[in-house]
């Protein structure tokens, strides 16, 4: 059984920065995309960003794109998600979770996608 496990969560003000971790494995992080999702109180699931570190390819939601950058480690097997300038909106539990794909497109941004998901890590933003 495939494996993610986030940390990273954690309690900031409006306006700052937390980077998040997404532990996996080398078969994992070499044959998947990894996406970071998000699900606040009350609301659906929503993918945020996606990696595909084999080909380069990553993929931004618009409510992130420009605040927030993912990025890979192989020699740790690690998916990182910047989040700068933080807003209180973006409060929420963040998963990393991984499917089967070439490359990241708005598939990778839907959760009934997903193959494999890790438990999650909370952020709140105060404001």
């Known amino acids: 059984q495939e494996q993610l496990e986030e940390s990273g969560g954690g309690v900031v003000q409006s306006g700052g920065s937390l980077r998040l971790a997404c532990a996996t494995s080398?078969?994992?992080?070499?044959?998947?995309?990894i996406t970071w999702f998000r699900q606040a109180p009350g609301n659906e699931r929503e993918g945020i960003s996606c990696?595909?570190?084999?080909?380069?390819?990553?993929l931004y939601a618009d409510s992130v794109k420009g605040r927030f950058t993912i990025s890979a480690d192989t020699a740790k097997d690690t998916v990182y998600l910047q989040m700068n300038s933080l807003e209180p909106a973006d409060t929420a539990v963040y998963y990393c979770?991984?499917?089967?794909?070439?490359?990241?497109?708005?598939?990778?941004?839907?959760?009934?996608?997903?193959?494999?998901w890790g438990k999650g890590t909370l952020v709140t933003v105060s404001s």
């Open positions: 080398a078969h994992l992080l070499g044959n998947y995309a």
């Open positions: 979770a991984a499917v089967s794909r070439a490359s990241c497109s708005s598939y990778n941004l839907r959760a009934y996608s997903m193959n494999y």
């Open positions: 990696i595909r570190n084999r080909y380069n390819s990553t």
